[in-house]
């Protein structure tokens, strides 16, 4: 294909200024020939037992990453040091040794690449063979009561069998005091705050072999005899005592007191939470200390954000962390956006029945603004939320609301509707996540399943179901793998028009990405007078969606700076009985990521790979769309799951 003529003179043009640029920085350059070794790459041999990567973060010596390589007008800041290279010998056999290899070999070299002053360092390692434990023996100090209590507890035998001190392994003594922690946190579970666990490794080097002798004075088995609270300012000791979940008399369990502290930090009220225990006689009676920073008892909070499906957005809260000096929180908090508009009201009571459950009350009232419906309702929800641990939570909920839906057809023959409705349904909900934190690994799991037509109150019947599940998988320091598999259905409907609130959508920036907000699916055609308008989802009672996506940092170029590749993919059906006819559609593209305080700041670019005419504005054989129609241009917040 021939370039137009103006096309082919800016090309030109800007190809010349390149070249003038290029050349105006070769003679810049300084002569190779003044330059310093520099340590262009730092490599491996021999080594078995340890990665490369492993052993590079035992050393100094540094080589430029692939982002300062191609920084060609500077290479300071990794010239070759044979001192620090020798260091790094040491360092290297300190890291073996600690670890069972007692006649390890360590050596170097360095070689010149294709210039003279880029080096390359080969450390040379020959590991030799380490230290095997031959034998394992226990040995517990205490009244013999005690003793065979211990020796007959399932979580000491646990222990027992999974310490890396077993017969046959390598002897690490790097690795002591996690033996060591195994099992003081078994015997200080059973009620010995006192127990002194200890380690005799009898190395034999010529042979070897080591024999383990791990040995336990257990102490005192101690009860709690008080617990002194520092700190409270709004509460009395008592409610803090009912929120740790810790009683006078009661046996000391070292994982009482963890679960107890992390009860504390994890309740609104309280900022900071420690619970040690001072100095004092080793006897069978525990003296506690707990020490407690409370929050400001009222605060405000102000967020603002935009994003390409709801544009500018905002929220305020205000929130009572201690109504009547009793623990409850009240809260009161507006959101809005071009797509919503949202208030509500909750009180929560913290305390159910024990410090893990809560019930909260929330009326509430919505403006919702979707291109097929306008939705108007208010209501109230009732929720039993019950944190079983950090990373296990469910709700039970009975939520009962008005809604006033104003479908907006633009059909000649079709005028705009109003449909007014109740509904009353009970929710449940889990949330499980394996790992914590902003970097997310592991799996998480989140159900969903609601029941409307209790009571008599609803003006529709129907059981929803769903679920979300992704994993994350780390596939370097850099780089990660992240999924997500989505369904869900509708069933057993008393009605065969669903009110459009009720139906399952897919397509946006936490979906499908190559579909605008709720665009995947089956549509309906607006007409006017002038003929064709646009086409609006209508949304389904079955639903299937999956996302894969590769995100890899570029921090070596710019601190924070991140990329990612993603194939996404579904599709809803109007009913069951369609699923056989409506294929899957999917959407590939990428996007950068910006780590930012409030999070990652995020654009992707994704491409329909299969769109039907109706993603195309095609109605008729008449094609109203354009190339746009098979993109979606997505900036937020936040990652897309």
Known sequence: MRLPGLLKYVFSTVLMVFLCIASAVAQDMPDDSDRAPQVWNVSFEGNIAYTGVVLKNQIATEAPGFGEKLKFWDKTGFELNEKEIKRDIIRIRNYYQRRGFVNIEVGYRIETTNKEWKKEVFFTIKENNPIRIQDVEYEIKGDDKNVRQIWENRAFSRAQSQHPYQQGNRYEMIKEPEVVGQFSDVMKNLGYAYVDVNIDAAIDTSALSADISIQADLGPRTYIDSIKVE????????????????????????????????????????????ISIPDQPQDSTLNLLMR???????????????????????????????????????SVTARGSFIEQYVNMGYQFPYVYNTKSSFIVSPFGQHLLESNYELLRAGITNSFIYQYSQNLTASASYEFTKNQELSRQRDISLPDTTLEYDLSSLQLTGYYSQGY?????????????????????????????????????RLSSSTMLATRVQ??????????????????????????????????????VQVDSTGFNDYVPLGGR????????????????????????????????????????????????????????????????????????????????????????????????????
């Open 231 to 274: 700190g409270i300012e709004t509460v009395d000791k008592d409610y803090v005592l009912r929120e740790a979940s810790l009683k006078q008399g009661e046996q000391y369990s070292l994982k009482n007191l963890q679960t107890a502290q992390k009860e504390l930090f994890n309740h609104h009220l309280f900022r900071f939470a420690t």
């Open 437 to 473: 934190g902003r970097q997310q690994e592991g799996w998480v799991i989140q159900p969903y399943l609601e029941s409307s037509g209790f009571f008599g109150f609803a003006s529709f019947s129907f059981q929803k179901m769903s679920a979300d599940i992704r994993r994350f998988t």
């Open 542 to 641: 079955a639903m299937f969606g999956f996302n894969v996506e590769i995100r890899q940092e570029l921090g070596f170029l710019i601190n924070g700076l991140g990329m990612a590749a993603f194939l996404d993919g579904g599709q809803i059906w109007e009913t069951f009985a369609r699923v056989p006819r409506r294929p899957l559609q999917f959407g590939v593209g990428g996007g950068l990521r910006y780590q930012s305080p409030l999070g990652p700041v995020r654009v992707d670019i994704g491409y329909k790979l299969n769109p039907t005419n109706q993603d195309l504005d095609i109605y008729q054989g008449t094609n109203h769309g354009s190339v746009w129609n098979r993109i979606g241009i997505h900036f937020s917040i936040g990652q897309a799951f």
């Open 487 to 524: 369904g869900g259905g509708l069933f057993q409907t008393s009605s065969d028009s669903l009110p459009s609130n009720i139906r399952f959508y897919l397509g946006g920036t936490n979906s499908v990405r190559g579909w605008y907000r709720h665009e995947l699916g089956p549509k309906r």
């Open 292 to 330: 407690i920073r409370e929050n400001e008892q009222r605060s405000v909070e102000l967020l603002a954000g935009f994003g390409t499906e709801d544009k500018l957005r905002g929220q305020a809260s205000w929130t009572h962390r201690n109504v009547a000096h009793r623990g409850h929180r009240f």
